[in-house]
């Protein structure tokens, strides 16, 4: 029994070896040498070795790049453009989510199955602009936020219809009985047992609006940029191959707020996506 | 209100049947104009000379599409765009499997290690991108490591011509393989203990037990996760312009980028016709996953 039971001892230590090796090449590494090289100056970042910094150089790369790519402005705008969009796109879906898992009518059936399509088929980006340029918002935030909301709101309301199909009907029915109005029943007694769903897909569409550049490279000019679309700006435009330094910093400086996010929500979101998938 | 509420104090349940569409109204103008019509316009677009070079936009019969074939090689960015598209998912799904298998139990470390492995997916494609670019470039770690073995070694990878499309499709599947892990194990966590342990108890082999009896419940995992990868990566973009930028060449110039070089030097119409293509590829790919999807909810 005695060796059975080391044997299971150490095939759990061979395993948690092998999968900490993993995790550090895959994600290990690839990290490190993004953080240790925007540490360094140019010329020693420019050997892209894993070591530590010989000169530290740290201020002066984080401030040139913050400086540079006029950070601050850009972190406002991708605030703006997320928190918007996340917003809008979730006023227009879960209404329509209860909608579509309570209706049985046949026009509705039809419109889910539209307002879904957009989950495989991405839209046209060229049309887009062209449209914007039409009613004079190319070039700005909200011409974004409408592309960013065409673009997001199949998959919202997917997950969120999927969700709203296995609440129980018995309470809002009975509020309803009770005599609140259809709103009245939404906002109170569907929207809270609707919080699990919502969270998950508030976290994939944050997730996905704050990293997107397709849309802000289209359709916005560089003195709107966004923080995805500010790193692209500098770094095409210094050769990469000798200002690692700049280019890792900036990485670090875009990531960052969604990296602090996560670490602070980890284990909802790791969940949530878990039971998003499952009865999404 | 009130009147209606003295004649009938208590409405019937039933009464909550109609009405919905008032609910569904604002996402159906969203729908509408910012998905539908984009796409609607993008067909006329097609077919016309906009450009940035004269005012008017002309009706132009099939010149873009003659532009692409003749001077564009339209059919083998076609065919890179698949290599891409199935590369991406072959890779990023055997790699979100096997981790799903190896962190299936619930134990705090495996807690750990999927939320480790989850941290790319919030990388920004474009930040994915510049990450290997390092890991890959000439002097980076990788022929730092091969240089161990084999003093010297600077094959500059995203350097091929033939290797580059493969690698910067790797880059996306370590990217997304983190999210498409948790939906494995999800798949994973509707497999029947009892039956695991018949399984076992019979004898059955780690193989045995995960060939007939996991892989039957992750059918609908692997359906999804595939689909999407593949589809997804249709319209791959950022990871190829923070990497390669569509070279060495043409080697990894895939339909969205040939867009956005030709949005770039002004050649608007012809820019749209390329993603017209991208909607017709993505379309005809599509089919298989909603009719899964429907298939999927009908069982639900």
Same mark, same amino acid.
């Given at each position: 029994?005695?060796?059975?039971?080391?044997?299971?001892?150490?095939?759990?230590?061979?395993?948690?070896?092998?999968?900490?090796?993993?995790?550090?090449?895959?994600?290990?590494?690839?990290?490190?040498?993004?953080?240790?090289?925007?540490?360094?100056?140019?010329?020693?970042?420019?050997?892209?070795?894993?070591?530590?910094?010989?000169?530290?150089?740290?201020?002066?790369?984080?401030?040139?790049?913050?400086?540079?790519?006029?950070?601050?402005?850009?972190?406002?705008?991708?605030?703006?453009?997320?928190?918007?969009?996340?917003?809008?796109?979730?006023?227009?879906?879960?209404?329509?989510?209860?909608?579509?898992?309570?209706?049985?009518?046949?026009?509705?059936?039809?419109?889910?199955?539209?307002?879904?399509?957009?989950?495989?088929?991405?839209?046209?980006?060229?049309?887009?602009?062209?449209?914007?340029?039409?009613?004079?918002?190319?070039?700005?935030?909200?011409?974004?936020?409408?592309?960013?909301?065409?673009?997001?709101?199949?998959?919202?309301?997917?997950?969120?219809?999927?969700?709203?199909?296995?609440?129980?009907?018995?309470?809002?029915?009975?509020?309803?009985?009770?005599?609140?109005?259809?709103?009245?029943?939404?906002?109170?007694?569907?929207?809270?047992?609707?919080?699990?769903?919502?969270?998950?897909?508030?976290?994939?569409?944050?997730?996905?609006?704050?990293?997107?550049?397709?849309?802000?490279?289209?359709?916005?000019?560089?003195?709107?940029?966004?923080?995805?679309?500010?790193?692209?700006?500098?770094?095409?435009?210094?050769?990469?191959?000798?200002?690692?330094?700049?280019?890792?910093?900036?990485?670090?400086?875009?990531?960052?707020?969604?990296?602090?996010?996560?670490?602070?929500?980890?284990?909802?979101?790791?969940?949530?996506?878990?039971?998003?998938?499952?009865?999404? | 209100?009130?009147?209606?509420?003295?004649?009938?104090?208590?409405?019937?349940?039933?009464?909550?049947?109609?009405?919905?569409?008032?609910?569904?109204?604002?996402?159906?103008?969203?729908?509408?104009?910012?998905?539908?019509?984009?796409?609607?316009?993008?067909?006329?677009?097609?077919?016309?000379?906009?450009?940035?070079?004269?005012?008017?936009?002309?009706? %132009?019969?099939?010149?873009?599409?003659?532009?692409?074939?003749?001077?564009?090689?339209?059919?083998?960015?076609?065919?890179?765009?698949? +290599?891409?598209?199935?590369?991406?998912?072959?890779?990023?799904?055997?790699?979100?499997?096997?981790?799903?298998?190896?962190?299936?139990?619930? %134990?705090?470390?495996?807690?750990?290690?999927?939320?480790?492995?989850?941290?790319?997916?919030?990388?920004?494609?474009?930040?994915?991108?510049?990450?290997?670019?390092?890991?890959?470039?000439?002097?980076?770690?990788?022929?730092?490591?091969?240089?161990?073995?084999?003093?010297?070694?600077?094959?500059?990878?995203?350097?091929?011509?033939?290797?580059?499309?493969?690698?910067?499709?790797?880059?996306?599947?370590?990217?997304? %393989?983190?999210?498409?892990?948790?939906?494995?194990?999800?798949?994973?966590?509707? +497999?029947?203990?009892?039956?695991?342990?018949?399984?076992?108890?019979?004898?059955? %082999?780690?193989?045995?037990?995960?060939?007939?009896?996991?892989?039957?419940?992750?059918?609908?995992?692997?359906?999804?996760?595939?689909? +999407?990868?593949?589809?997804?990566?249709?319209?791959?973009?950022?990871?190829?312009?923070?990497?390669?930028?569509?070279?060495?060449?043409?080697?990894?110039?895939?339909?969205?980028?040939?867009?956005?070089?030709?949005?770039?030097?002004?050649?608007?119409?012809?820019?749209?016709?390329?993603?017209?293509?991208?909607?017709?590829?993505?379309?005809?790919?599509?089919?298989?996953?909603?009719?899964?999807?429907?298939?999927?909810?009908?069982?639900?």
């Amino acid at each position: 029994m005695r060796t059975s039971r080391a044997g299971r001892r150490a095939r759990a230590i061979l395993r948690l070896s092998v999968l900490t090796i993993v995790a550090l090449l895959l994600v290990g590494v690839p990290l490190w040498l993004v953080v240790v090289n925007s540490l360094k100056t140019q010329p020693e970042a420019a050997q892209l070795s894993l070591g530590l910094p010989q000169t530290w150089n740290a201020v002066a790369n984080y401030s040139d790049v913050i400086e540079k790519s006029r950070y601050p402005f850009s972190f406002l705008n991708s605030l703006i453009v997320t928190g918007a969009s996340v917003a809008l796109l979730f006023v227009i879906a879960a209404p329509a989510a209860w909608a579509f898992a309570r209706s049985k009518s046949r026009g509705m059936r039809v419109l889910y199955a539209l307002a879904i399509i957009g989950v495989v088929l991405p839209p046209a980006v060229v049309p887009m602009v062209f449209l914007m340029r039409g009613i004079g918002l190319q070039g700005s935030l909200p011409a974004l936020i409408l592309f960013t909301i065409g673009m997001r709101v199949s998959l919202v309301v997917f997950l969120l219809t999927g969700f709203a199909r296995g609440l129980p009907r018995e309470l809002e029915e009975a509020a309803y009985v009770d005599g609140a109005s259809k709103l009245r029943t939404f906002w109170s007694v569907v929207l809270p047992m609707m919080k699990p769903v919502v969270w998950t897909a508030f976290i994939i569409s944050t997730v996905l609006i704050w990293n997107d550049f397709y849309g802000p490279l289209f359709l916005l000019t560089s003195q709107n940029a966004t923080l995805p679309l500010g790193l692209y700006s500098l770094s095409s435009g210094v050769a990469q191959a000798t200002a690692w330094n700049s280019v890792f910093a900036h990485v670090v400086l875009v990531s960052l707020p969604l990296v602090i996010l996560y670490a602070v929500v980890q284990r909802r979101v790791v969940e949530g996506v878990a039971e998003g998938a499952v009865k999404g | 209100m009130n009147a209606a509420r003295i004649i009938r104090p208590h409405r019937s349940a039933g009464s909550l049947a109609g009405g919905w569409w008032k609910f569904a109204l604002p996402i159906g103008i969203a729908v509408a104009l910012l998905y539908f019509l984009p796409l609607l316009i993008n067909v006329y677009l097609a077919f016309t000379d906009w450009s940035g070079f004269h005012s008017g936009i002309q009706f %132009s019969g099939l010149d873009n599409f003659q532009t692409l074939a003749d001077q564009y090689a339209l059919l083998d960015q076609l065919r890179l765009t698949l +290599v891409y598209a199935i590369t991406a998912s072959a890779v990023g799904n055997l790699l979100a499997l096997a981790l799903a298998l190896a962190l299936e139990s619930r %134990s705090p470390s495996n807690q750990l290690f999927r939320a480790i492995f989850f941290v790319p997916v919030l990388l920004s494609p474009l930040a994915a991108g510049y990450v290997w670019a390092g890991i890959l470039d000439p002097a980076g770690p990788l022929n730092q490591a091969i240089s161990l073995l084999n003093p010297g070694f600077d094959f500059a990878w995203l350097g091929s011509s033939t290797l580059a499309i493969f690698l910067v499709a790797m880059v996306d599947a370590w990217k997304w %393989s983190g999210f498409f892990t948790l939906i494995f194990i999800a798949g994973l966590s509707t +497999v029947p203990t009892e039956l695991k342990e018949a399984a076992v108890a019979m004898g059955a %082999s780690r193989w045995d037990v995960f060939r007939h009896v996991k892989l039957p419940f992750l059918a609908p995992a692997i359906t999804y996760n595939v689909t +999407v990868t593949v589809i997804g990566a249709m319209s791959t973009f950022d990871i190829i312009l923070a990497t390669t930028r569509g070279g060495p060449g043409n080697a990894t110039r895939v339909l969205n980028v040939m867009t956005l070089d030709q949005f770039g030097i002004g050649y608007f119409g012809l820019a749209s016709a390329t993603q017209l293509v991208v909607t017709i590829l993505v379309t005809i790919s599509a089919i298989p996953l909603i009719w899964f999807l429907r298939r999927r909810e009908l069982e639900g």
